[in-house]
């Protein structure tokens, strides 16, 4: 958004994606196919690297970038630092 002449494009697919607002980085999440569960991946756009992978043992109903770092029963807090 703030390139809007220098657009990024990419071969990711989705059924929503989150925008970091401090940094160029995207949080995308997708369906398991055949699953009420989700994948959730978190990319450095500048780099072009997946930094984390995770698969939500539930569906997401509602997921925000609460700092620079979610279902309809829990609340998940997932740092994008370290390797776990």
């Given at each position: 958004m703030n390139m809007p002449m220098q657009p990024l494009r990419?071969?990711?697919t989705g059924d929503s994606?989150?925008?970091?607002?401090?940094?160029r980085i995207l949080a995308l999440k997708a369906k398991l196919?055949?699953?009420t569960r989700?994948?959730?991946q978190i990319f450095n756009i500048e780099a072009k690297v997946k930094i984390k992978s995770h698969k939500i043992?539930?569906?997401v109903?509602?997921?925000k970038?609460?700092?620079?770092?979610?279902t309809q029963t829990s609340v998940y807090h997932w740092?994008?630092?370290g390797y776990s």
């Open positions: 990419s071969p990711v994606a989150l925008m970091n607002p401090n940094s196919p055949g699953t989700d994948h959730i043992p539930k569906q109903v509602f997921w970038w609460i700092t620079s770092k979610i740092s994008i630092e």
